[in-house]
């Protein structure tokens, strides 16, 4: 079993206090990215996973290399390029539920990503998520040809929604959205994103609504109160176990990480659920995009613990 | 006597160690740019100065702006672009000779600037650098522009080449140098950067080679040397006395705004060196761009301390 | 529509850990002070401010005025006292409900201002609190002639009583305040403040008690509970929406400056109360007396990222 | 009255930030140890203590010497070891229920310590916990000569029987400490403790089992529940009143320290789980092991400010 | 050989950057006081101290005494008082050579000090410095009271001049030390200071000065080139090795207290001109004004490793 | 070309400030170990490297394998043990020549190493250091054992002595040496360790002393003045260029990397002291053992930037 996971990694600067950017002179500097937090939480349970990407030929790409280095995750495929540098933004905190990001993404260098990159691969699942495609036009297209090509293969392909509505308009995620649905397999979306969307308001419609996209997996997240998940037309919902929430950013990827690992393992979708609702508990009582993730090693440490 | 200062200011990013990036997790923000230090320095020995430039619509630009009025300079003509984002970059020391900057400033904010903008002022002293016209064509258009009708006004030009080679190659310099300078009055230019654009060995070759622009005051810096001027028939050269450098960056911009400031009191070409190399003097004695340039209270008050 | 305030601005060393002062080593610096953060609150509004006030002649004299520059405030009548130091204190949070202040602030700068300072000034509104009074006796006086001279300019004063214990005794409030109340348009109290000061317990037995001293506007703050206000015989009351609450210093300062701006705005009462909410709501979730009072760009982006 | 009190301090690295150890760089070190923390806690109160233990001859032994020292605490017997580090651990916090400890106390110093550093001492009462005997079996053997030495003396014994799983199995516990109750005047012992060593549910079974021990005060400590107490045939029990939770490390020392300082004064039941609640409150609103201990000086101030 | 020391400690807030003090947000708090520093110096090396003052009855001055314990100095008489604060400082460190203090020192808390405060102790010596005297006519008093009533005690008394020019004029302090010199039997006092105060130029002259004052111990310090002693007809002079200087702070307050101690040992002139040296080179090749002086088994632990 | 080598990784907590560490309050962590800077130094610059050792089934362990894949050195073969902790140390920095070091490294996790673990292994180079073999006689064992059993398989053995005193005596380094150089192909050593081990003052009487060995490169380091060499029959020495030394910790281990970087590229003995010189200089500009230890990608870099 081997993930392919392609995605845009971001240097993020972290203010050390809360308030408006002018009142905060200090920064600590890390690593995010929708999908490389899917990539890592795979790759901390041991699962083998390649990441594909391109940085800056800058030192900040560097650390990005080292770090995914540094997962075990195969880097070899997070190419360099001269003309662009690496992706970053900035935060600004002004309380917990009043939080901008100012991004220095555009253009990205991703951009000198194309299919033949991507020709040498078969893996067992393939995972995207709807940011990259928002990056620009020929992302969108590129993301369509990868599809079709990995369908093409019979791999899996998994994907989150992951609405960003800095990098594109409503009107333009649904048209790309309803254009990418026929090639997925597993299917991520929020009831947040469900509702903004497409107007959703309920689980039965949102499987309505999909049914003549023909996707076999379908995943509504639905924050605290954890997923519900039809597939092979079985249904399930399962709450996680209520936890003191320190940051809940990467939540939703730790949930795909985790429900992914145990699609991997072929356990059955109370298991994929239950890991999805565990991993993202992992996430979102600790600091940070990626950090809570958990290893193999750490969750045998903790049993042997208790 | 009145100044107008036109550049961009930057967000900086500095690492709290020294080391490659990637070992460096705390950064500590600051406000710098070129233009901006010879405003503030200006400003802080009670100049009237009007800085024009440009900056995003977000918490960046609006750091930008208040540190601006806190210096006293007038900002109203700092102007917000939706369209984009704050100028920044992030320093890497490796060590103290070896220093890298990552820029984040195309397409720069400014780019929303144009004539009318600088329609209604006719001030003492017009002020400039060669980063500006570095940023894009349409800048080094812009530049000629308003240095044509500040010359029309009957304004005094003052301008420092600010050699950057990361923005433009030492072909594009030596072309738009040399079409903006007969329009300059008071040109600023290192014993480095005559030699890199020129080939220019000494002040002598300088003034020679310069002839033909007729320009009213050449004043050479030559580092911790001080500078070597001609004005009028007049040739003066001054070393500062030595003192522990802690940080050369800003030393020019310092320089400048010294020796400008007695240019607006009318003193004599000694003092303008003279106050030239002790504004540097404080700068390089102080950690920042900006940081060590005096107020007058502070030089009132040092003076009693003694 | 113009506003005049005087007060004393501190230096504030505030603790980077709770605990006692001895097991705590780094501070951080910031600026406060009750009046200031009603200027801070209605100059970001885009309001003309005028701060009178007095610092010494150091460096952290220099700091202040640097800031009240920062924020567009009209910062040329702060006066600089050479036999004076500039006030500050220490915080000392042992925990959330447990917080001591040690100041340093007596004599006050302050007691270099008189009445010719003010002279120049007849501005739409005078802004006062019960601080400035308390620092000495000559600072009462001084507070009564001004409010006497600006009502023969029928200036509209409004005052906050802002009691401050370890300044002055409960019977040296009493009889200054009703000394001070005739003056007073626009007087702003705490429930907890009329209960100390005048053992008064609801609003129905405030208005009775002041009604001798013929207050056009009195306005009740309550904490959580929002606010309750009399004016031209309409009583309006207001709570505001609930937030999480980070720090509640500056709260009422906030209140008053969003009252004081719809004031200005010469609007319904309701819009003063709800703007007094609004604006203590953005303190209360911010870290700092003053750092979360929004500007009004501010305001307008967040309009827009909804 | 004085306190002799024995016991293992170590230094503790305690990260600035949560999460895996591998994602925090920065790290703070304090000084803990449940029985330093009873003696601080008693020696603010300006009780007379004496603390007898053992730290290696390293800047890490100097370090808790001199803490000691300004706490008040006699620290003359504090021996020096050439052949031992001083103690010490490192933090990691995943989140606030999920802590770990990683110890580098065994061979630890106050091996050196035997029965002769203890025969000039006849203090009013000897405090010792579980955790000391823990450390190997010479040090529970000393505990048990320690113990039965001091009953020859007539010395009031209290043992807070301190649960340490990472130190020994809960077998050996049982054995060691039915071994050393037959020599304990005070007993303190958490509820939870109870049930894991004992199997015992509720106070009056605890009382039962212990009745073959023949202790005259037995303590069950309750978490946020506060206390239950039997002596002298009397039953009491006291809740705390809520606070605000920062950190519970020491809440349990603290709770000794003030229930063995009331004692000291020779006052009621009440009294002493008052003040053992009431300094229980003082450290769990405070971040540290013994930070928030309060002084004699400090309450007196707390009660005047009011 | 026991040390009774009389002084004023204070807190310092040390910058965590250099600059104008506008620039820095981080503070770190340290404790001085000249006279302090000696006791410390003193107290490492184990001689038996005591140190007599007064601080304010708040958290600042609970530290200085919980510090004062921690080294083994004897803090009994170290005075509290409700109607001052303890005194503070401010520094700000613009470079190496301009430094600036902002002192909040008046009224001392040592004021409350009086002759009764010292009736109980003979010590072997009594150490003052020209700081306390200069803090108020009082002061200077109460130090000539003291000096005399030690004198008629036999007490051996050390004295060094440590100008202040912010607390007094050099006129002040003329009149001041020669009123005071008469009863000094160990005189410190630095080349600088010579000449500043007397317009003495070098150690001939100095000791021809101070001849009508019959001071048996003349001690000249002369930084970097180490000292210069007349005692009982003798002459010696010593230059400390070369160290690396990272602060000056202390120094001379270093040389003092290794110079006693070996007064204390009875040693000769040349050890206790080795030793003042040698302690200065502690101070001088570390951060802060105490921090380096030596204990007494560090300096045993350095010879071992070597 | 593939690299073997095999040490003892540690994690180090290093202190923010100077001074006695009971004045210290933060720490920084970060890794180190001399065998693992040299991997580091040789994998940086995209040799093959396995790195074989063993630390502790914990966080800190957990870090540094974490480290090692980051580097993108072969980690698989770094056991973990339930029964060690991971070994670390502290340093204290009295000033840049006063630095002690506290470890707690005994027992290190590497004794569950045996020879069985390096059966599969035949690498173009095995390299060890004098580090391991003073941590037990088990140590000294292994390693004697491992060289044997490498030089069977003809593989080139390359040792740098690494003198540590606090692991052994100099009675028990000549008496491991010595048995171990009959194994070793290329030997680093400094001259002070010559000088100490040996009592040998140049380089002839070293090669002359180690004659008896049939050592074929002998390699003697020589600080500031570079290295001197013999290599068959040749002797070849040079000194770097002069750059300002930060911290030199890790400049042998740098000189041993860029040495044996280029014996792997079978280059001339010229060129292998140059790049020895050459990585020594990158790591004294740069605070940290292994941080300043350059790739390939930076190297170009900073060529095209010049």
Redesign the interface.
């Known amino acids: 079993m081997n993930f392919l996971i392609v995605g845009e990694p971001l240097i993020c600067?972290n203010p050390?206090?809360?308030?408006?950017?002018?009142?905060?002179?200090?920064?600590?500097?890390?690593i995010g990215g929708a999908e490389l937090n899917v990539a890592i939480g795979l790759s901390r349970l041991e699962m083998d996973v390649t990441y594909i990407s391109a940085v800056?030929?800058?030192?900040?790409g560097?650390?990005i290399i080292?770090?995914i280095?540094?997962?075990?995750i195969d880097s070899k495929h997070v190419l360099?390029s001269n003309e662009h540098?690496t992706s970053?933004y900035?935060k600004?905190i002004?309380?917990?539920?009043?939080i901008?990001s100012?991004?220095?993404r555009k253009p990205s260098a991703t951009e000198i990503l194309n299919e033949k990159h991507f020709e040498e691969f078969k893996p067992s699942l393939f995972f995207m998520t709807g940011i990259f495609p928002a990056l620009s036009c020929y992302h969108l297209d590129l993301t369509r040809n990868l599809m079709k090509s990995m369908k093409e293969k019979n791999v899996t392909i998994a994907f989150d929604v992951n609405v960003r509505r800095k990098l594109w308009s409503v009107e333009e995620m649904q048209s790309a959205f309803k254009m990418l649905f026929p090639y997925i397999d597993i299917l991520f979306i929020g009831d947040d994103e469900a509702e903004l969307l497409f107007g959703i308001a309920n689980f039965e419609e949102l499987v309505d609504f999909l049914t003549v996209f023909n996707i076999s997996e379908i995943v509504m997240k639905q924050g605290k109160d954890g997923a519900i998940v039809k597939a092979s037309n079985q249904i399930f919902s399962a709450k996680p176990k209520p936890?003191?929430t320190?940051d809940t950013v990467g939540a939703g990827d730790a949930f795909a990480a985790g429900y992914l690992y145990q699609w991997a393992q072929n356990s059955s979708i109370e298991n994929r659920v239950h890991w999805g609702n565990k991993l993202a508990g992992y996430v979102i009582?600790?600091?940070?995009d990626n950090?809570?993730l958990p290893?193999l090693?750490?969750l045998n440490?903790?049993t042997i613990?208790r």
Chains 1, 2, 3, 4, 5, 6 share one sequence.
């Not at 800056?56 to 900040?60: C, I, K, S």
């Not at 002004?94 to 009043?98: A, R």
């Open positions: 600067f050390t206090e809360n308030g408006a950017l002018r009142f905060v002179s200090q920064f600590k500097k890390t800056g030929n800058d030192a900040l560097d650390e080292h770090f280095k540094s997962e075990g360099r540098t970053l900035i600004e002004m309380n917990e539920s009043n901008n100012y991004f220095y936890l003191k320190i009582s600790t600091l940070g950090e809570g290893t090693i750490q440490r903790n613990n």
